[in-house]
Structure formats: C-alpha cells, structure tokens
C-alpha cells in the first residue's frame, strides 16, 4: 500500500504534525511493508493558481490534464497519481483549513477533475478524472479553542476536504478525527484515536 500524506499546518511537531505522525504509526503497525511519504506544505512552493483555465479546458485522457505552473506541484501531481491512501491534515483558522492547504486544493482542481457536461440536477460538476478503483482517505483537523461538541459551527475544513477526495483523488473518506480544544486538553486525548484512524485506513478495502 502506498500512503501519501499532506501537512497543512505552518508549524513543523506541533498539533498536526504530531497526530499525522500517530496516524502513520497506526498505518505502519497494519502495513508494515507499505510505502509512506510526508508532504510539508511549508516546505514546497506551491503558487497559487490562475485562473487559466488550461487544467480545465485539457480534454485528454490522462488522470493529470496539464497545469503551465512550473513549481513543486509538478512533481507531487504524479505522486498523488501513485498514491492507494492519502491522509490529510490541516490546523482550521477562522473556521477552515490553513491558506497553505487552500492554495494546494486549489492547484488540484482541474489537475485532477473534470466538468461533467451530463451531471444532474447541475450541469459540469467536477468528477474525478482518475478512474479505477476507489482510494481510501482520513482527515484530521484542530483547533486551539473550540471543543469537539461546537465542531459544526467552525469546521468547515472537513466537508471541502471530503469533496476534494470525492471530486479530484477518486477517494472514499473512511475516517476523520477533530482535535478541538488542544491548548486546554493537550493531545493525550486525541493520540490513540489517531493512531486507530490510521489503522483503520489501512484495513478498508
């Protein structure tokens, strides 16, 4: 199995990093022989899209239509091709994921989707162009204040991510964890529960 993993926080071994690492631990005690790599968002340039249209205007076959930015996303595009399961995790400020996650959902987009002219009630909507048989997916989101029982009034993180896997990866969400409240709980509480969602991404068929 080949884990592709996405950190979208701006701190290296703080909330996410350390719960994305638990999460491995967990795909690792599972699939011990499986390939996993870590993407830092922070330590890629990644440009923000323009607005171009080539992406969606590339009618091709290919699971990757063609994007005229020259920057790192070139090379993680086929990594996310290669990729079985991803897991993806991002801090939420102000009620959704970080500006380094935006920036980097964005750039899939139309990289990895395409307008369905026959989709209804609504013409165009986006669809995976990578076919085939259906990854799997875990989010884990945090905040420093909000606790787990206010989730649905400040995470609106976890539903554009969900629909990223959906409409851009070909990926089933099996699983998603939301660290609320760290600065007064700590991550005691969260780190057994995202080392079981890691475990559980890599038993889902």
């Not at 005690?29 to 969606?56: F, H, V, W």
């Amino acid at each position: 199995m080949n884990t592709l993993v996405i950190m979208g926080s701006y701190r290296k071994g703080k909330t996410i990093d350390t719960l994305l690492d638990k999460a491995i631990q967990g795909v690792r005690a599972i699939q011990p022989d499986g390939t996993i790599e870590k993407i830092t968002l922070s330590e890629k340039r990644i440009d923000y899209c323009r607005n171009c249209m080539k992406c969606r205007n590339d009618h091709s076959a290919s699971p990757i239509s063609a994007c005229i930015i020259e920057d790192d996303m070139q090379a993680i595009y086929p990594m996310l091709v290669e990729a079985d399961t991803f897991i993806l995790g991002t801090p939420i400020n102000f009620g959704h994921e970080t500006a380094l996650m935006k920036t980097f959902i964005e750039r899939l987009a139309y990289v990895f989707a395409r307008s369905n002219p026959r989709s209804f009630p609504v013409r165009n909507v986006p669809e995976p162009r990578l076919k085939g048989h259906t990854k799997k997916a875990i989010i884990i989101v945090s905040t420093g204040a909000v606790p787990p029982m206010f989730r649905m009034f400040c995470d609106a993180a976890t539903p554009l991510l969900r629909d990223v896997c959906r409409t851009c990866l070909n990926a089933k969400v099996v699983g998603s964890l939301y660290a609320g409240a760290v600065e007064k709980r700590g991550l005691k509480d969260y780190l057994d529960k995202a080392y079981k969602l890691g475990q559980k991404l890599a038993t889902s068929h």
